[in-house]
């Protein structure tokens, strides 16, 4: 497909499978800010490998001392959508993350008035007055993998080791398109640290070609991104899709060697978790031998929970177990 729009081109890579490299380069004009149904940017197939690069979450506006959050013309830019062939809806799409670059040397936090866990926002209203905004840049040595955070009213200033990962990651929602800040059972802005290099996710596939996104890199983020933003990064990404076919998941999943993990996205909190907690149980019984209840006592015991984010539309929670303490798979193949 030849998008004049883009940058696009494909090109095979050197290796044993000799498996297809689909490259992209977005201008800002290219840039989505919806997960839904859209003309695809590239038809990849199954064992493609997707070369890409994203936008942060400011557009690459924010610069410089002086630069406001009026010049951002959106929220969480979108790189895509990759049509997946042989994607069709009661499928998983496998997206195995491979490699994640910061791509530049600097990154931005910010605080913005209505947003932010502990702000007033349209859930919580208060009568006191808002948090101001205010930006903070972050310096980035990608040789000592680590950046530097400064603070504004003091002469502090502290290292951050990097974690790079995708805060959007997800496919088109199944009867509406979906804004671009909100997570749900598409994935989209689930601000997870699990989407980073070396795990996999999975995604429940409700259109053909399942639609997949990616944007609002960060160079690193604390639990709950409890200010409204991580260390925001754009992003030079690489991964490898497949497809389960006939295999029907409910919500966005990750593993890695280590563990398996459950992803929950809703307000109030504790559904949050309900819902991370229900479909990790679902995963396990459905792969191994244990029983729901066998299942629900041990990760009583051993299970874990992490919320990725608190001030979007929609929360996160991601429940974890890790394999060690889980009996063998019934096909018999190892975790």
């Known amino acids: 497909m030849k998008l004049a729009a883009a940058v696009l081109c494909l090109a095979v890579a050197s290796t044993a499978a000799a498996q297809t ?32 690069k994203t936008f942060d979450c400011f557009v690459n506006k924010i610069r410089k001392p002086g630069d406001t959050l009026a010049m951002v013309p959106g929220d969480n830019p979108l790189t895509g959508p990759f049509y997946i062939e042989g994607a069709e809806p009661g499928d998983t799409l496998v997206v195995k993350i491979l490699e994640l670059t910061v791509d530049g040397d600097q990154g931005v936090g910010a605080l913005a008035p209505g947003f932010g ?7 919580t209203p208060m009568l006191h007055t808002p948090v101001p905004e205010k930006i903070w840049f972050y310096a980035i040595d990608r040789a000592k993998n680590e950046a530097t955070f400064s603070a504004l009213d003091s002469k502090f200033s502290t290292r951050i080791p990097l974690h790079p990962f995708l805060g959007c990651l997800g496919v088109a929602p199944a009867l509406e398109s979906r804004s671009s800040v ?3 059972e598409h994935g989209g802005n689930m601000d997870a640290p699990e989407a980073s290099a070396g795990n996999t996710a999975y995604f429940p596939v409700t259109q ?40 029907k998941i409910a919500w966005p999943r990750f593993e890695n060697e280590r563990q398996i993990m459950a992803l929950g996205a809703y307000r109030p909190l504790d559904d949050t978790l309900r819902i991370a907690f229900t479909e990790l149980i679902g995963w396990i019984t459905s792969e191994t031998t244990l029983s729901q209840l066998d299942a629900y006592q041990l990760l009583s015991q051993v299970g874990r929970v992490h919320v990725t984010e608190m001030v979007d539309p929609n929360y996160v929670v991601i429940a974890s177990i890790d394999k060690k303490f889980l009996p063998p798979r019934k096909n018999g193949k190892p975790w």
């Not at 997949?212 to 990404?237: K, N, Q, R, S």
């Open 117 to 123: 866990a502990l702000n007033a926002t349209n859930y």
């Open 182 to 184: 909100t997570p749900a």
């Open 208 to 247: 053909k070609g399942a639609l997949l996104y990616l944007g609002d890199g960060h160079a690193a983020m604390g639990d709950g991104e409890i200010a409204g933003t991580a260390i925001e990064v754009p992003m030079h990404a690489r991964m490898q899709v497949d497809v389960i076919k006939g295999q």
């Open 21 to 52: 490299v689909v490259r992209y380069e977005p201008k800002e004009s290219d840039l989505k800010y919806l997960f839904g149904v859209a003309r695809p940017v590239a038809t990849v197939k199954p064992g493609d490998i997707i070369d890409t």
